[in-house]
């Protein structure tokens, strides 16, 4: 078996607390070397892992990538566009059929529905075929020396020396950029305590065996809290007014809410209330594309933190799923990269929190845009837009 990369997003979540030593990052890189192999062998590591460690080294272009992501500057409907290809649905819908048995099982044994392992499957690697050429070891040894975000990185080390020690991947496998294994790019964190043999040889390679991939990655998703056999999202149409100040992922409210205030099927029929609650989500606006978005649609967050993502994971399951291409309707326009960063430093200045100034439309920055709209008297749905930024 061997290892795979992820989504950075990811790691921020997923990271598991060390006590303070461990998180020391910084100085000569072959002493602090040692101090991770002080903790390796408390954690039972032996001299195929330690061996391993003391030939990794810094990789540059590890570094390169890890300043330089600018992916999610786009607008959802672009990288969803971009994401969500022909060949995806296509290959997607083949290996769906080509593996229905062991999606069975995957769903029987963990909740978890086949189309939402599939999006994943797509979305990470295309079914497999790209895995990433970066040393992995030397990579995450890379991140986690490195001062910039250490704590995201230096939990992963014990896990994967620990994989390389028992010879469940080899100590020159590779992968991401950023430290994940496999087709689906699993953490070594999760491939040590969630990989699950699905095809029964007494190994679990995220690698090459699909049926490992498909119950590991089932198995990760229902430990981030996913709700058996429960729906994630759903595309609505929304009215052209509402109390836009209800709408918003985490205001959950029951179907019937959502309805008597004018939300209905994307066909115009009234929405049947299923006895779950959901929150709407509106990735661009109140004239933009819009989804009633479960609980389940939070684990997708727990994989990747970009909201941008998520939503286009979920919406490539939903694809996957029968459900038909979401309307993209008529948002208003957005801002430019530029324009993104401008209106990031005046909401800072106004005592926002909102991560770095970066031009990219993130959580802490749609809900500073959120409260900005409410105390101007605008209509609340998180996108910025050129009359926004004139007005702050």
Known sequence: MRLRSKALAALILFATALPAAAQECGGDFEAWKQGVATEAKAAGVGTHGLDALEAASIDDKVLAR???QGVFSQTF???SNRMI????????AA???????????????????APVIAAFWALETDFGAVQGDFHTLSALVTLAHDCRRPQLFRPQLVPLLTLIDRGVVPADVTGAWAGEIGQTQILPSDYL???????????????????????????????RGWKRDQPWIEEVRVPNDMPWDQTGRTNKLPLSQWAAWGVTNPNGTPLIDNGLKAGLALPMGRKGPAFLAYDNFDVYLEWNQSFTYALTAASLAARLAGAPQFDPRTPESGLSGDQMKALQTKLEARGYDVGTVDGILGTNTREAIRKEQMRLGLPVDGWPTPDLLARL
């Open 95 to 113: 290996n769906l059929k080509k593996y229905a048995d062991v999606f069975a099982r995957a769903d029987q044994q963990f909740g978890v529905q």
């Open 85 to 92: 290809s022909a060949y995806r649905l296509k290959q997607g």
């Open 77 to 79: 409907i672009q990288f």
């Open 66 to 68: 890890d300043r330089a």
């Open 193 to 223: 305590t969630r990989g699950v043999d699905g095809d029964g040889d007494g190994v679990v390679d995220l690698r090459g065996s699909v049926p490992d991939v498909i119950m590991t990655t089932a198995n990760k998703i229902l430990s």
